[in-house]
């Protein structure tokens, strides 16, 4: 889905100049789900003929699950993006939802609600950050880079500095991350793909969530149309925090234990997934089902990597690339519009 308020692209003339170089990003623009797709295809067919085990079940587990909870926190930054907003924030405020949900948990709260209190605090952090853009006019790079720092340190300051153990969990609680269904089928899996379906959908269908696009568009026309875009900037910034929140609530359950410099890093997936997928820098564009062919791009060839035992650096310097390369697009396509 492109930016709902833009017309659709004139072709330009065989003889103007670039054209050609803007007739293929048009192209690539209209096509981004597709390519991916096919692209995430090419890479699983090339890797099932240098290593036998790729296409198997507990190889494409292993890839699901090592982006299934980041793909959650992805849901949200494609929100924020399209809304015209970034958020540097998310990889401190889950780890803020881990320490913060397992220490009332040492304290004594029952893990669920602890979780609850610990997802509606990172919603909070959501609503100051929309507050400090909307009312004080300040950028989301600055703000919530700030809110980065506050929620970074915070977890140092609840932990001492110490990871939290958090090894007596109930079975009940740990099933979230650890549990299977179906015998073989991790719960997490299923629990990242029911909001993305449920996300997806809203985007794409509901007047409501439509006005995310109009905001992101162009801002003034939305307020000109009656639009409350400090409303749906600020409900926005809770929803990334929220499901960033839960993301910690997660990898918690998982783990079975909370630090306070989980998540480092974070930030840069989730941009560069939502990027790949469509999501425009400068707001209006993308879809969540394309962000996370972007990140499930981007774990595929990360898996295809490790088979290969490919060092660590490379992967690095591999993935650093293939973000340039999104948003290299991205700017050229927007510059030629």
């Not at 790729?54 to 929100?79: D, N, Q």
């Not at 972007?294 to 595929?300: C, E, P, R, S």
């Amino acid at each position: 889905m492109g930016g709902i308020m833009e017309q659709e692209g004139q072709q330009g003339s065989p003889e103007a100049p670039g054209g050609k170089l803007t007739n293929i990003i048009r192209k690539f623009e209209g096509f981004r789900e597709g390519t991916l797709i096919l692209i995430i295809i090419f890479v699983c067919v090339v890797m099932s003929f240098a290593s036998p085990y790729f296409l198997t079940w507990p190889s494409i587990k292993a890839i699901l699950l090592s982006f299934s909870t980041e793909g959650i926190v992805v849901v949200g930054m494609t929100i924020m993006l399209i809304v015209g907003g970034i958020d540097l924030s998310v990889g401190a405020v889950m780890a803020l939802s881990m320490v913060i949900a397992g220490k009332l948990f040492l304290l004594g709260l029952n893990p669920w609600i602890a979780s609850l209190v610990s997802i509606m605090i990172c919603g909070l952090i959501g609503a100051a950050i929309g507050l400090f853009v909307t009312q004080l006019g300040l950028s989301h790079f600055i703000t919530t880079l700030a809110f980065m720092g506050i929620a970074r340190g915070a977890c140092y300051v609840i932990t001492e500095g110490t990871p939290l153990s958090l090894y007596t969990l109930p079975p009940s609680f740990k099933f979230i991350g650890q549990g299977n269904i179906f015998k073989n089928l991790p719960f997490v899996i299923v629990i990242f793909f029911i909001i993305v379906i449920i996300s997806d959908y809203f985007l794409r269908n509901s007047t409501l969530l439509r006005k995310v696009f109009y905001t992101g568009s162009n801002e003034k026309a939305a307020m000109y149309s009656g639009i409350n875009v400090s409303k749906v900037k600020i409900a926005v910034a809770m929803l990334c925090s929220s499901l960033t929140g839960l993301a910690g609530i997660i990898f918690m359950s998982k783990f079975g234990a909370a630090t306070a410099n989980f998540g480092t890093g974070l930030e840069l997936t989730a941009i560069s997934a939502a990027v790949i997928g469509g999501a425009s820098l400068t707001g209006g564009e993308g879809t969540v089902f394309g962000s996370i062919l972007g990140i499930g791009l981007v774990a595929t060839i990360t898996g295809s990597m490790i088979l290969m035992d490919v060092s660590v650096y490379w992967q690095e310097l591999i993935r650093g690339c293939i973000l340039l390369t999104a948003v290299s697009l991205d700017h050229l396509r927007h510059h030629k519009k």
